[in-house]
Each structure stands twice: as structure tokens, then as C-alpha cells.
């Protein structure tokens, strides 16, 4: 089964202590470092100490909706800024 690191999340060999893209240690999941917290990933049900990418299924466990609602939000903002600077221009020279 394949692993993936937790920073950057490249595919990795199951005896690889260190990432080859990023050099991130690679905990193994026998290791217990993680102060024996652990989760369930919600893709897989599996059970993993807390990370970024689940090392069973791969799947990103960060969350991506703020950074989506940031974008959205800028790009609302940018379309009002634009429609008032077009408005102010004709004003001036229309």
C-alpha cells in the first residue's frame, strides 16, 4: 500500500524514513511520537495520528473551504472596485 508524506504530499515506498521531495521525516505507523493521539480519517475510516494526508488513502485532510471563500470574497471585491473606478471615469470624462 502506498504512503504519502504529510508535508508535501508525495508518493513514498513503505521504507522510506525521509521524503525524497521534501525531506520531511516519515513517521512509521507502528511509531506511537504523535503523544498516542490519534484520529480517523474521514475517507477511509482508518485510524492515523494527526496529519495533513492520510498515509492509508492519500486523501488531503486540510480544510480548502476557507481558502476557496477568501478567493471568492477578493474576487467580489475586486469586480465592485473596478465597476466604481469605470463609473468614476465616465463621471469625469463622459
Avoid: W
Avoid at 504512503?3 to 525531506?23: H, I, M, R, Y
Avoid at 503523544?35 to 480544510?63: A, W
Avoid at 473596478?82 to 471615469?89: E, R, T
Amino acid at each position: 500500500m502506498s504512503k504519502f508524506c504529510d508535508k508535501c504530499g508525495a508518493e513514498l515506498s513503505d521504507d522510506v524514513k525521509f521524503c525524497d521531495k521534501c525531506g520531511n521525516q516519515i513517521i512509521n505507523d507502528n511509531d506511537t511520537s504523535s503523544n498516542g493521539v490519534t484520529y480517523s480519517c474521514p475517507y477511509c475510516g482508518k485510524t492515523i495520528p494527526y496529519s495533513t494526508r492520510c498515509p492509508h488513502c492519500g486523501k488531503s485532510l486540510k480544510n480548502e473551504d476557507g481558502k476557496k471563500a477568501g478567493i471568492g470574497i477578493i474576487g467580489i471585491i475586486l469586480f465592485f472596485l473596478l465597476v466604481g473606478i469605470a463609473g468614476f471615469l465616465l463621471f469625469i470624462f463622459g
